[in-house]
């Protein structure tokens, strides 16, 4: 039961190049989001998917992108990589977007930006 | 707008004492609120939830919390302290509309043997 997989685990990147994280989930959720975590400033949200097809900002989208893939899979892309982007990423998912329904959380990914 | 605020970025307590973990929250319609641990070099679990059910919630692990309207609060506590609940500890809420969930600063917590 692999619930939400992230890849890749770490990642060294030099400014201005670009990657893409991927994020899969298998337990038939219709949300998913991205989101990063800086040393005490807790999770800031980058860019959510509230059902298959859509996609919208969150609270710190600047310097990225998303990709719905299908319902499974939702993509983040840094297409210059920056210091400032330095991080580790979350991706997770929720059943649906209800407020009573928690969210699942991948292993994240560590992010470092020379 | 909705927020959640985690008084003390770091607490420490010995091992068998009490936890406490102080979440204040701020939200202008009943709140929807959670308490996620995250592990190192782990992302984060629900450790429990309070969805307009009973006031006092239980959660896995031995930890419970309450909410209360009055001091606007949902503190996380466990009556004995283990070595294994050395962690970080996220207060969050969910956003009128559902498609969001904010998140404290977060609280680490060291248990000293």
């Known amino acids: 039961n692999a619930g939400v997989t992230q890849t890749p685990k770490f990642q060294v990147l030099k400014t201005g190049q670009s990657m893409t994280l991927q994020c899969a989930q298998d337990?038939?959720?219709?949300?998913m989001y991205w989101y990063r975590q800086d040393p005490g400033m807790g999770l800031r949200l980058i860019y959510y998917s509230a059902s298959e097809g859509t996609t919208d900002k969150g609270e710190v989208p600047n310097g990225y992108n998303v990709s719905r893939l299908n319902k499974r899979e939702f993509s983040l892309r840094l297409e210059s990589a920056a210091p400032s982007q330095t991080s580790v990423y979350f991706c997770?998912?929720?059943?649906?977007?209800?407020?009573?329904?928690?969210?699942?959380f991948g292993q994240g990914t560590r992010l470092t930006v020379v | 707008a909705q927020s959640v605020t985690q008084l003390g970025s770091h607490v420490s307590v010995s091992e068998g004492a009490l936890v406490l973990l102080r979440c204040n929250y701020s939200s202008s319609v009943p709140p929807y609120l959670f308490w996620y641990v995250q592990y190192p070099n782990q992302g984060l679990q629900l450790l429990l939830k309070?969805?307009?059910?009973?006031?006092l919630v239980k959660g896995i692990n031995g930890f419970e919390a309450e909410f209360k309207k009055s001091e606007t609060s949902f503190h996380l506590t466990k009556p004995s302290a283990h070595m294994s609940d050395a962690a970080e500890y996220f207060c969050?809420?969910?956003?009128?509309?559902?498609?969001?969930?904010?998140f404290g600063a977060g609280t680490r917590l060291f248990v000293k043997a």
């Open positions: 997770a998912s929720r059943p649906n977007p209800d407020r009573a329904t928690e969210a699942f």
């Open positions: 309070y969805t307009s059910a009973a006031t």
């Open positions: 337990m038939n959720h219709n949300s």
């Open positions: 969050a809420v969910s956003e009128y509309g559902g498609f969001k969930t904010i």
